[in-house]
């Protein structure tokens, strides 16, 4: 099928390209694998057409062979968008560096540079909205079937849609008494996590689990049984969700990442840390982890109004008057209090120098001491 798709490109370049594409991609996963396969077709085309006489590496130039195809691919109509502009970029960039390095050409490798890979654009957050999201859940808690558990579990770890097609089916483990969490497997990121959970995914998985013992297709350890393949369940569960977004007279445009958005955002405002933030989701980078997080108006008020009443930069005051200490050994730690106080005043007015570190030193010690003359016992 993928040849009467793809016929075979009939360029002098094409072998070379496909050596390099089979030595960067063996540890790829086979849609990273068509990705480079794709990127060096849609190339090798251009170059067929606009440069005929080009049948060998030595005969490329960074002009006008590449600033020539980058030009045709923002020319497209309809136009390209620029993230698969820059998808295309990123692939063929290191296929370019492989040949330099495999063919002994060197200037290969300085055919596209840095600069010519535009910023991805700024990608808003979109989770749902608080109606959409309630309508959704009641809906799918409506149908109770396996696609509508299958979101419900979605919405409720942040996990992936492919994450979710991929769970075990023993993915559900005990951490301590009352206490659960999802095993969600290796994902995009190549990283696999522990989600913790509470009863009610517990029972969304145990639904989940009885509608697999119904199905006639025989255990393969799975906790969503697949007629053929990994993709043809994922676009199943696309199409169910498109299905159910109708019927509600919601936008049909709602994708179920938007469901992993939504969870972020749910988890940030609950007071889940942005550290921990990043391990729910998966992510390695906190760059990622803040293209999900909305952060809407309400949440800056909110912010704004608890860092006035409470402001957590400020040293707080010593409760007794510089001239005025209690008698005995209370007295003895009002002074000291006292002292830390003045001595950190003084040190913020002084600039990053060997005598500000010396004065933090001393800070610290006196916060020592004051804590171990409080708990002296009273004479």
Same mark, same amino acid.
């Given at each position: ?206 639904? /989940?689990?009885? %509608? +697999? ?5 025989? !255990?393969?350890? *799975?906790? $969503?049984? @697949?007629? =053929?393949? &990994? ?111 003045? /001595?950190?005043? %003084? +040190? ?5 120098? !060997?005598?500000? *570190?010396? $004065?933090? @030193?001393? =800070?610290? &010690? ?14």
């Amino acid at each position: 099928m993928n040849r009467a798709r793809h016929p075979p490109l009939l360029h002098p370049l094409a072998s070379v390209f496909d050596r390099a594409v089979d030595s960067l991609g063996a540890a790829l996963g086979p849609e990273s694998h068509r990705h480079y396969r794709g990127t060096v077709r849609n190339f090798l085309r251009y170059l067929g057409a606009a440069h005929p006489q080009v049948n060998s590496l030595e005969q490329l130039r960074r002009d006008p062979h590449l600033l020539g195809w980058m030009s045709c691919l923002r020319s497209q109509k309809p136009p390209l968008a620029t993230s698969s502009y820059i998808n295309r970029l990123i692939a063929l960039r290191p296929l370019l560096t492989e040949l330099a390095w495999t063919e002994q050409l060197p200037q290969l490798a300085r055919l596209i540079r840095r600069e010519d890979i535009p910023h991805p654009p700024q990608r808003l957050a979109r989770p749902l909205t608080a109606q959409q999201d309630q309508l959704l859940q009641q809906e799918f808690v409506r149908r109770n079937n396996r696609e509508s558990n299958a979101f419900l579990l979605i919405r409720h770890t942040g996990m992936r849609i492919g994450e979710c097609a991929d769970l075990s089916f023993d993915c559900l483990r005990s951490t301590g008494p009352q206490q659960w969490a999802i095993h969600v497997p290796l994902g995009k990121l190549k990283t696999e996590r522990m989600v913790p959970v509470d009863s009610r995914v517990v029972t969304v998985v145990q639904r /989940l689990r009885f %509608f +697999r013992f119904l199905d006639p297709r025989p !255990p393969d350890g *799975r906790l $969503l049984a @697949r007629r =053929s393949t &990994r993709d043809a369940l994922v676009r199943q569960l696309r199409r169910y969700l498109h299905e159910a977004c109708g019927s509600l007279g919601l936008s049909t445009r709602i994708v179920p990442h938007q469901l992993r958005h939504t969870y972020a955002t749910e988890m940030l405002r609950a007071g889940v840390s942005f550290p921990a933030l990043m391990k729910l989701l998966g992510h390695t980078s906190p760059d990622m982890t803040m293209l999900y997080v909305e952060v809407a108006l309400n949440d800056l008020q909110r912010e704004f109004q608890q860092a006035r009443s409470r402001p957590r930069h400020l040293v707080p005051q010593p409760k007794v008057s510089f001239t005025h200490f209690r008698t005995g050994l209370d007295g003895v730690v009002d002074s000291l209090r006292a002292a830390q106080h003045a /001595l950190e005043m %003084f +040190r913020r007015t002084l600039a990053t120098g !060997p005598t500000r *570190r010396c $004065l933090d @030193r001393l =800070s610290n &010690r006196l916060t020592k001491i004051t804590t171990k003359a409080c708990k002296l016992p009273t004479p």
